[in-house]
Structure formats: structure tokens, C-alpha cells
């Protein structure tokens, strides 16, 4: 079946970096990708939605100059946290679409393995 | 906007039982989808079984079958003759617009043997 990979799975970094996280679809091509937040015991939050080729869609609340995502090929969205600091440590996790167009009973959804961020 | 309640924070449910999961959500759409992820320790998300909401008939997926009551806009999930590897998070999640997925807050399901 279809695969998406996310990498890395962890990360520590200093507080004042920033950090890229990759999501690819490593056996479709996916066109829309969403990326999600997780705290500790909560769920998962949208953050965003990738598109290939033009700007991302955040959710409200979501800084945009904090989280920037570049979707610049079919099968890899990126998602860097700007300027990291210690409340941005959270999991994140990317999912893809399978299919093209609008929404249908064919569509799957294939999520990452997740990264886990560590700002120290 | 749509919103899902998962009401139940955790429910325990011993080897070879049955357990229900409960799930209502709210939206003003005719077509959607609905869905169950189960997430493990490690965080992975398993889906575990999805409906359409434009079918009748309720979904199953081997020991895993769901209850659907489109007009109480309810979805709760029957987990049948439990196993030690069914216990972990599971997310009732709804989706009317290209797969942006809206999660509940998850019910952390406990297995005893």
C-alpha cells in the first residue's frame, strides 16, 4: 500500500534555530498534504494544509512566519519551525492524499510516522 | 464549523470483551466521511475503519464495526472479543473537504487480561 515517510522521527534542537521536518508520499503523488500538532496526551491539531505549487493554508491561530511550509514537488511537503523555542516542542505529524481532485469514496488518507521536536 | 466529541476519556475492557466507543459529531454537510484511528504508543496512526456517510449500511472491518446514526450525527465503534493489542488512543475523526481531517479528543481504550 501507499506509504508516506517522515523524517526525522526525532529531533533536539537550541533554542533560536530552526528545524525543517520532511514528509514525503513515497509511492503516490500527492498533491495535498496536511500537517498536524500533538501535545502530550491531547489531540491532533491542524496546523496547515500543503498545496503543490502555491502558498499553504494555515488553520487560525497558526503562525505563518513560525511554521513555514514549502510543498515544492509532488511527493514532498516540508514543514520548518523558525526561531524554535522550548513551547514548540510538541509531536508533529504529516498526512497525504492518495487521490486527485475533490474528495470521494476513492480517497485515502496515508499519514506519516510522526516527528517528535525537543527545543532546548 | 464541525466539531467531534468523544465524551469518554478512557474505557477499560477485558480480554475476549466487548467494548463500545462513542463518537457525535456536528456539521451542516450532507457529504462526508467519518473514520476511527487507533494510535499506539509509538504514535502511529492506524486507521481502523472509516464510513461514508451517503451509505446506510454501518461499516465492519473484522472484529471492528461501527454504529452509525447519520441523522443523531452519531459514529461509536464496537471493539469485539478484545485483544492485549487493541489497547492504545483512538481518535473518531470527520472529513467533508479534501482529507483535512477534524479529530475528537480521544479515548484511551485499556485491555485487561
Known amino acids: 500500500g501507499a506509504v508516506v515517510s517522515q523524517h526525522p522521527s526525532r529531533v533536539i534542537c537550541k533554542s533560536g534555530t530552526s528545524v525543517k521536518i520532511e514528509c514525503r508520499s513515497l509511492?503516490?503523488?500527492?498533491?495535498?498534504m496536511f500537517w498536524y500538532r500533538q501535545f502530550p496526551k491531547q489531540s491532533l491539531m491542524l496546523m496547515a494544509t500543503?498545496?503543490?505549487?502555491?502558498?499553504?493554508t494555515y488553520e487560525q491561530g497558526v503562525e505563518k512566519d513560525k511554521f513555514l511550509i514549502n510543498h515544492a514537488s509532488l511527493t514532498l511537503s516540508t514543514l520548518t519551525v523558525t526561531s524554535a523555542h522550548p513551547e514548540d516542542s510538541s509531536f508533529y505529524i504529516c498526512s497525504a492524499r492518495e487521490s486527485e481532485g475533490s474528495w470521494g469514496s476513492g480517497n485515502t488518507i496515508y499519514f506519516g510516522e510522526g516527528s517528535w521536536l525537543t527545543v532546548v | 464549523a464541525q466539531t467531534v466529541t468523544q465524551s469518554q476519556p478512557e474505557m477499560s475492557v477485558q480480554e475476549a470483551e466487548t467494548v463500545t466507543l462513542s463518537c457525535t459529531y456536528d456539521t451542516s454537510e450532507s457529504d462526508y466521511y467519518l473514520f476511527w484511528y487507533k494510535q499506539p504508543p509509538s504514535r502511529q496512526m492506524i486507521l481502523v475503519i472509516r464510513q461514508e456517510a451517503y451509505k446506510q449500511q454501518n461499516a465492519t472491518e473484522n472484529r471492528f464495526s461501527v454504529n452509525f446514526q447519520k441523522a443523531a450525527k452519531s459514529f461509536s465503534l464496537k471493539i469485539s472479543d478484545s485483544q492485549l493489542g487493541d489497547a492504545a488512543m483512538y481518535f473518531c475523526?470527520?472529513?467533508?473537504?479534501?482529507?483535512?481531517?477534524?479529530f475528537g479528543a480521544g479515548t484511551q481504550v485499556v485491555v485487561t487480561p
Open positions: 509511492d503516490f503523488q500527492a498533491t495535498t
Open positions: 500543503s498545496n503543490e505549487g502555491s502558498k499553504a
Open positions: 475523526a470527520y472529513t467533508d473537504s479534501w482529507g483535512k481531517l477534524q
